[in-house]
C-alpha cells in the first residue's frame, strides 16, 4: 500500500509536503505512512481522494486473482502509453472490460 501512495503521489508530481498540505498532515506524516508507519482511516481515505485512487477491501482469498487483473491491466496501460507520468491502476475495472460488457 505505502509503494502505491508513493507512486502515485510522485506520479502527480507532488512532493510529501504538497500531499500533506493536501491531507491536512505535515509532511513528516506523509513520509511515516509511505514507509509504512501506522495511519487512519480517514486519513487513508483523503489520500485516496486526493490521489484519484479508490481503496477496497479484497478478501485473501482473491488476492492473486486481483493482483494478476491490476498488473495485466498495468502493463496493457504501458504498452499504450509511453507517458512515464501513468498513474497504475489501483483499485476499479479496468477501462477494457467496459467494452467487454457492451
Known amino acids: 500500500m505505502q509503494d502505491q501512495i508513493r ?17 491536512g498532515q505535515p509532511q513528516s ?34 488476492i492473486p486473482a486481483v493482483q494478476a487483473l491490476v498488473g495485466h491491466a498495468t502493463s496493457q496501460e504501458g504498452s499504450r502509453a509511453s507517458d512515464a507520468n501513468s498513474i497504475p491502476l489501483v483499485g476499479g475495472t479496468p477501462e477494457d472490460a467496459e467494452d467487454d460488457n457492451q
Open 7 to 23: 507512486q502515485s503521489r510522485e506520479a502527480k508530481g507532488l512532493t510529501q509536503s504538497d500531499l500533506g498540505s493536501r491531507i
Open 29 to 62: 506524516a506523509v513520509s511515516r505512512i509511505e514507509r509504512g508507519g501506522d495511519l487512519r482511516l480517514s486519513t487513508l481515505l483523503e489520500m485516496a481522494r486526493v490521489l484519484e485512487l479508490e481503496p477496497m477491501l479484497v478478501p485473501k482469498g482473491l
